[in-house]
Every structure is written in C-alpha cells, then in structure tokens.
C-alpha cells in the first residue's frame, strides 16, 4: 500500500491568538499547496472577454482549490466566528475577514509593540532562574517584538541577555566575551555557551 507513509497534518486551531494562528495556517496551507488562491484570490477574467478551454480550465482547478481552502479553514475556526464569516464566499474573503478582525489595528499594535520594547528594556534575569528559563523568557519578548514588526537583530538580544544576566554568571559573560566575537555570536551558540 502506497499510502502507509502518509500523514494527515493536524489543521491548526484558531485560538485567539491570531498572529501565531495566522503564520500555522498559512504554512499548512502552503504545504497542500492552496495558499496562492488565499492570498491572491481566484483571477476571473475581464467580463465581456471570452476564455479559452484552457483557461476555463484553469479557472476551475483555482475554483477547487478554494472549495478545499475553504474547508480547511471552516475546520480550523470556532463555530461562533464560523458563523460570522459564512457569507463569505471564497477562501480570500474569509482570511482577510479574520485578519481585519482578529489582526488588531496599527495604532493598537504599535501600543502593544511599545509595551513590549519596554518588558525587553527592563528585562534582567532573576536570582536563581536558569539560563534555559531566561532565554525563553526573553525569546518570548523578543520573538513577539517581530510578530508586531519589530526587526530586532540577533546581536541585540546576545547584547541584552550578556548585559543582564546575574552576578553569579560573570566569569562565565567574561569567558564568552573573550573567547567570541559578538557580532558573529548566534543565540544558539551564546545558550550553550
């Protein structure tokens, strides 16, 4: 049987949580290879203008691949917000609805990406925290600072986690500073480091 190997990927949930939700969806949706008709719609031709077969063709595989879309996207949503968004007639229509409601708007995200500058500002590590607990901590900040549009590069947090960590770790910030460049230091080196 050719279908032994095969994997069914779990449709990722929508919990809320719209900018990790979002980037779930579009992967899986680019992994069964309908994300183009999500983003760019189905492309009818000019009206008045008549299609060749292929074309017509064409034009009812995109149609079928936005039935499948839209399935995946009815099964990845609640069924209160389902029922706000059935009127929708194409997977396009349903994704920028959810996105203009769920995405937030600029002014409230440009708050949300202050607040979250200033949790990275203030950001120390705590007295008997452990080095996994802290980078994650600051991952979680740093990784939510991009989401909301942030371009925190990877030499800043290196910078910010050696300038805060405790005391008890100085000779180990010492031997890292001395032993690497931290322009070149990767968050994964600094972690094992």
Known sequence: MASDNFVQLAIPRFDGHYDHWSMLMENFLRSKEYWQVVSDGILEPPKGTAASNQHKAEI???KLKDLKAKNYLFKAIDRTILETILCKDTS??????????????TR??????????TDFELLRMKSGES???YFSRTMAIVN??????NQTDDVTVVEKIIRSMTPKYNYVVCSIEESNDIDELSLDELQSS
């Open 60 to 62: 009812e595989a995109m």
């Open 108 to 117: 409230a995200k440009r708050q949300q990406l202050q607040a979250l500058c």
């Open 92 to 105: 396009k229509h349903i994704w920028d609805s959810m996105k203009k409601k769920y995405q937030g708007t």
């Open 131 to 133: 080095v996994t607990d």
């Open 144 to 149: 939510q600072m991009r989401i909301h549009g």
